[in-house]
Protein backbone atom coordinates (compact mmCIF):
# COMPACT_ATOMS: atom_id res chain seq x y z
CA UNK A 1 0.00 0.00 0.00
CA UNK A 2 1.00 3.60 -0.56
CA UNK A 3 0.48 6.32 1.52
CA UNK A 4 1.23 10.27 -0.26
CA UNK A 5 1.18 12.94 1.39
CA UNK A 6 -2.70 13.80 1.58
CA UNK A 7 -3.02 10.16 3.09
CA UNK A 8 -0.41 11.29 5.32
CA UNK A 9 -2.04 14.76 6.71
CA UNK A 10 -5.20 12.89 6.89
CA UNK A 11 -3.55 10.47 9.62
CA UNK A 12 -2.37 13.18 11.49
CA UNK A 13 -5.91 15.03 11.54
CA UNK A 14 -7.44 12.16 12.73
CA UNK A 15 -4.27 11.33 15.52
CA UNK A 16 -4.89 15.08 16.45
CA UNK A 17 -8.80 14.83 16.71
CA UNK A 18 -10.61 11.42 15.73
CA UNK A 19 -13.81 13.02 16.01
CA UNK A 20 -12.94 15.40 13.39
CA UNK A 21 -15.83 15.42 10.31
CA UNK A 22 -15.12 14.37 6.82
CA UNK A 23 -15.43 17.83 5.67
CA UNK A 24 -13.15 19.31 8.31
CA UNK A 25 -10.35 17.20 7.24
CA UNK A 26 -11.36 17.66 3.45
CA UNK A 27 -11.15 21.32 4.01
CA UNK A 28 -7.55 21.57 5.46
CA UNK A 29 -6.02 18.97 2.94
CA UNK A 30 -7.75 20.17 0.08
CA UNK A 31 -10.01 17.05 -0.38
CA UNK A 32 -13.81 16.80 -0.40
CA UNK A 33 -15.42 14.80 2.07
CA UNK A 34 -16.20 11.83 0.24
CA UNK A 35 -12.61 11.64 -1.26
CA UNK A 36 -11.75 11.64 2.41
CA UNK A 37 -14.21 8.94 3.64
CA UNK A 38 -12.55 7.12 0.60
CA UNK A 39 -8.94 7.41 1.77
CA UNK A 40 -10.31 6.39 5.24
CA UNK A 41 -12.03 3.78 3.76
CA UNK A 42 -8.74 2.69 2.00
CA UNK A 43 -6.18 3.50 5.10
CA UNK A 44 -8.93 1.23 7.33
CA UNK A 45 -9.10 -1.85 5.07
CA UNK A 46 -5.31 -1.78 4.50
CA UNK A 47 -4.89 -1.99 8.21
CA UNK A 48 -3.28 1.84 8.45
CA UNK A 49 -5.69 2.57 11.05
CA UNK A 50 -6.37 0.06 13.14
CA UNK A 51 -9.00 1.95 14.91
CA UNK A 52 -10.43 5.14 16.54
CA UNK A 53 -10.46 5.66 20.53
CA UNK A 54 -10.69 8.21 22.82
CA UNK A 55 -7.30 9.76 24.77
CA UNK A 56 -7.34 9.83 28.58
CA UNK A 57 -5.84 11.81 31.05
CA UNK A 58 -4.58 9.48 34.08
CA UNK A 59 -4.08 11.81 36.83
CA UNK A 60 -8.07 12.86 36.03
CA UNK A 61 -8.89 9.73 36.84
CA UNK A 62 -6.83 9.15 39.48
CA UNK A 63 -3.77 7.46 38.38
CA UNK A 64 -0.99 9.74 40.03
CA UNK A 65 1.92 7.44 39.85
CA UNK A 66 3.48 5.44 37.24
CA UNK A 67 6.78 3.26 36.88
CA UNK A 68 8.28 1.07 34.38
CA UNK A 69 8.95 -2.61 35.69
CA UNK A 70 12.03 -4.64 34.27
CA UNK A 71 10.42 -8.56 34.67
CA UNK A 72 13.16 -11.45 34.39
CA UNK A 73 11.43 -14.60 34.45
CA UNK A 74 13.15 -18.32 35.80
CA UNK A 75 13.52 -20.62 32.99
CA UNK A 76 12.27 -20.14 29.73
CA UNK A 77 8.20 -18.42 29.76
CA UNK A 78 6.37 -18.22 25.90
CA UNK A 79 5.08 -14.54 25.58
CA UNK A 80 1.79 -15.52 25.77
CA UNK A 81 2.39 -17.08 29.07
CA UNK A 82 3.56 -14.16 30.35
CA UNK A 83 0.39 -11.95 28.97
CA UNK A 84 -1.61 -14.28 30.56
CA UNK A 85 0.03 -13.42 34.07
CA UNK A 86 -0.09 -9.38 33.12
CA UNK A 87 -3.21 -9.03 31.63
CA UNK A 88 -5.67 -9.73 34.97
CA UNK A 89 -3.27 -7.02 36.76
CA UNK A 90 -5.54 -3.74 35.73
CA UNK A 91 -2.53 -1.42 36.76
CA UNK A 92 -0.53 -2.89 33.52
CA UNK A 93 -0.87 -0.36 30.84
CA UNK A 94 1.44 -2.33 28.53
CA UNK A 95 4.07 -4.82 28.26
CA UNK A 96 6.79 -5.06 25.62
CA UNK A 97 9.46 -8.24 25.17
CA UNK A 98 12.99 -6.69 25.19
CA UNK A 99 16.16 -7.75 24.59
CA UNK A 100 19.09 -7.45 27.48
CA UNK A 101 19.01 -8.88 31.01
CA UNK A 102 15.44 -8.56 31.51
CA UNK A 103 12.42 -10.36 29.57
CA UNK A 104 9.33 -7.93 29.48
CA UNK A 105 9.01 -4.17 30.50
CA UNK A 106 6.28 -3.74 31.95
CA UNK A 107 4.16 -0.02 32.22
CA UNK A 108 2.42 0.03 35.53
CA UNK A 109 -0.01 3.43 36.53
CA UNK A 110 -1.38 3.26 39.85
CA UNK A 111 -3.61 5.42 41.94
CA UNK A 112 -0.54 5.68 44.81
CA UNK A 113 2.56 3.92 46.06
CA UNK A 114 0.21 1.55 48.03
CA UNK A 115 -1.44 0.52 44.75
CA UNK A 116 1.73 0.50 42.74
CA UNK A 117 3.02 -2.11 45.83
CA UNK A 118 0.25 -3.82 45.39
CA UNK A 119 0.12 -4.15 41.40
CA UNK A 120 4.01 -5.42 41.94
CA UNK A 121 3.19 -7.69 44.47
CA UNK A 122 0.79 -9.58 41.64
CA UNK A 123 2.95 -9.34 39.15
CA UNK A 124 5.86 -11.28 41.40
CA UNK A 125 2.87 -13.54 42.66
CA UNK A 126 3.99 -16.30 40.22
CA UNK A 127 7.24 -18.14 40.64
CA UNK A 128 7.90 -18.08 36.92
CA UNK A 129 9.01 -14.58 38.16
CA UNK A 130 12.69 -14.76 39.05
CA UNK A 131 13.21 -10.84 39.47
CA UNK A 132 11.88 -7.06 38.95
CA UNK A 133 13.73 -3.73 38.89
CA UNK A 134 11.43 -1.02 39.14
CA UNK A 135 11.89 2.52 37.96
CA UNK A 136 9.40 4.81 39.32
CA UNK A 137 8.35 7.54 36.83
CA UNK A 138 9.04 11.43 38.29
CA UNK A 139 7.46 13.34 35.44
CA UNK A 140 6.70 13.22 31.48
CA UNK A 141 9.07 14.83 28.99
CA UNK A 142 7.71 13.41 26.36
CA UNK A 143 4.76 11.21 25.30
CA UNK A 144 3.66 10.16 22.37
CA UNK A 145 1.37 7.08 24.00
CA UNK A 146 -1.59 8.76 22.76
CA UNK A 147 -0.57 10.30 19.11
CA UNK A 148 2.49 8.41 18.35
CA UNK A 149 4.98 9.56 15.83
CA UNK A 150 4.35 11.76 13.10
CA UNK A 151 3.81 9.66 10.00
CA UNK A 152 6.78 8.90 7.57
CA UNK A 153 7.46 12.14 6.02
CA UNK A 154 6.06 14.93 8.04
CA UNK A 155 8.67 16.48 9.98
CA UNK A 156 6.72 17.59 12.92
CA UNK A 157 2.67 17.58 14.22
CA UNK A 158 3.18 21.42 14.08
CA UNK A 159 1.75 21.68 10.36
CA UNK A 160 -1.29 20.05 10.76
CA UNK A 161 -2.03 19.82 14.65
CA UNK A 162 -4.64 22.21 16.58
CA UNK A 163 -3.18 25.00 18.59
Known amino acids: M ?6 EQIIARLVDNARA ?3 EIGEAVGLSAP ?12 GVISGFTARLTPEALGWRAQALVAVTYAG ?6 IKKILEPIPQVIAAYT ?6 VLV ?3 AADMADFEQALEKLRATDAVARTESTIVLSTLLDRTTTGPAPH ?11
Not at 2 to 7: S, V
Not at 76 to 81: A, K, S
Open 2 to 7: QIDNID
Open 21 to 23: SFR
Open 35 to 46: AVKRRVDRLVAD
Open 76 to 81: NVPPDR
Open 98 to 103: VSGDAD
Open 107 to 109: HLR
Open 153 to 163: GLSQWGDTRRR
